[in-house]
């Protein structure tokens, strides 16, 4: 049972350039997360998706966009990478509303 | 909007010590839910626990505790006798409902974490 599971793991892009983080879980899990970590700052909730079909903004959504691709599978996208989206990405899922959510294994992004 | 208060950013312990974390939350709801989780220096979220807004009950596990004080909006974590494995960030985060969404999903506010050092 591999859980939630994200790629890559480390990612250099160049400033200006795009990337889709991956993110699939096997869990049969209705709802989806993006969060993103920075020191000092916890996690951040970017995107999320209550349930299949459905996406929408967490806190810190701008220059992001997500697909629910279907229920397993999640992806963040990056259209045209800045240096304040160098941060650590975590992928997470729930099975329903309030329940513990399981995070992936993280993203490290650095943007140069 | 919800909050999560982390005052601790880091503490250092010698092994054996007990040692507490704290955690403060604000939310309007009535009815919520807090998390705590794990972060070791390999980097992976793990889940420890979750306690619901209508159970005050305080919960142990192990060498683990949690004390839940509604009134104080405070649900505070114990370890016992730490061991240096228990070094980790560790963060306390609260659920929040999303609003007008049927079958599923938690929106978590995290607080900002207490990295916890266990020396020999």
């Known amino acids: 049972n591999a859980g939630v599971t994200q790629t890559p793991k480390f990612q250099v892009l160049k400033t200006g350039q795009s990337m889709t983080l991956q993110c699939a879980q096997d869990?049969?899990?209705?709802?989806m997360y993006w969060y993103r970590q920075d020191p000092g700052m916890g996690l951040r909730l970017i995107y999320y998706?209550?349930?299949?079909?459905?996406?929408d903004k967490g806190e810190v959504p701008n220059g992001y966009n997500v697909s629910r691709l279907n229920k397993r599978e999640f992806s963040l996208r990056l259209e045209s990478a800045a240096p304040s989206q160098t941060s650590v990405y975590f992928c997470?899922?729930?099975?329903?509303?309030?329940?513990?959510?399981?995070f992936g294994q993280g993203t490290r992004l650095t943007v140069v | 909007a919800q909050k999560v208060t982390q005052a601790q950013t880091e503490i250092s312990v010698v092994e054996k010590e007990d040692v507490t974390l704290d955690c403060v939350y604000e939310?309007?709801?009535?009815?919520?839910?807090l998390f705590w989780y794990k972060q070791p220096p390999s980097g992976e979220l793990v889940f420890l626990i979750r306690?619901?807004?209508?159970?005050?009950q305080n919960e142990i596990s192990g060498r683990y505790s949690w004390n839940f004080q509604k009134s104080t909006s405070s649900f505070n974590f114990t370890i016992t006798a730490s061991q240096v494995v228990d070094s980790a960030v560790y963060f306390c985060a609260l659920s929040e409902a999303l609003i007008g969404v049927t079958g599923g999903g938690n929106k978590l506010t995290f607080g900002t974490g207490t990295q916890l050092k266990v020396e020999l």
């Open positions: 998706s209550a349930s299949e079909g459905t996406t």
């Open positions: 939310t309007r709801d009535t009815t919520y839910y």
């Open positions: 869990m049969n899990h209705n709802s």
């Open positions: 997470a899922s729930s099975r329903q509303q309030n329940t513990e959510a399981f």
């Open positions: 306690r619901n807004s209508f159970d005050e």
